[in-house]
C-alpha cells in the first residue's frame, strides 16, 4: 500500500507531505509524476492560469494623451487612468504644485 512521503516544493523549497490518499488519487487519475508543487503552490499557479498571471493587470484609456494604459488595479471611472510615461508627467506636475505657496 501506499505511505505517505515528504516531497519539496520546487516554488517554495519547502517541504509538503504527498499523503497516501493522494498518491492513490494519483494513481486513480493514471498520473504517475509526483506533484511538483506544496498545495498552496498549486493553488497559487491554478489560479495565475485562470487570470493569466501572477498579478491582475487592467487595460484602460490615459485620461492624458489617450493611449492604451495597463493597471494592476481595477480602473475606477471617479479616478483618471494614466499610462506610464504620462503617470510620472502627472506625478511630477503634481509635486511641483504641491511645493509651491498656496
Ligand atoms: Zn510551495
Ligand atoms: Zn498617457
Known amino acids: 500500500m501506499h505511505q505517505d512521503r515528504t516531497l519539496v516544493c520546487r516554488d517554495c523549497a519547502e ?3 504527498f499523503s497516501a490518499g493522494e498518491q492513490a488519487f494519483f494513481l486513480s487519475k493514471g498520473l504517475q ?3 511538483q ?3 498552496s503552490c498549486r493553488a497559487a499557479a491554478k489560479r495565475a492560469r485562470v487570470i493569466g498571471g501572477p498579478r491582475e493587470f487592467h487595460a484602460a ?3 492624458s494623451c489617450g493611449g492604451q494604459a495597463i493597471v494592476p ?3 475606477r471611472n471617479d479616478r483618471p487612468i494614466y499610462c506610464s510615461s504620462c503617470f ?3 506625478q511630477a ?3 511641483v504644485s504641491s511645493a509651491a505657496p498656496a
Do not use: H, Q, T
Request: glycine share 4%.
Open 15 to 17: 517541504e509538503f507531505v
Open 33 to 35: 509524476n509526483d506533484p
Open 37 to 39: 508543487r506544496c498545495l
Open 61 to 63: 484609456i490615459c485620461g
Open 73 to 75: 488595479f481595477a480602473p
Open 88 to 90: 510620472d508627467k502627472v
Open 93 to 95: 506636475a503634481r509635486e
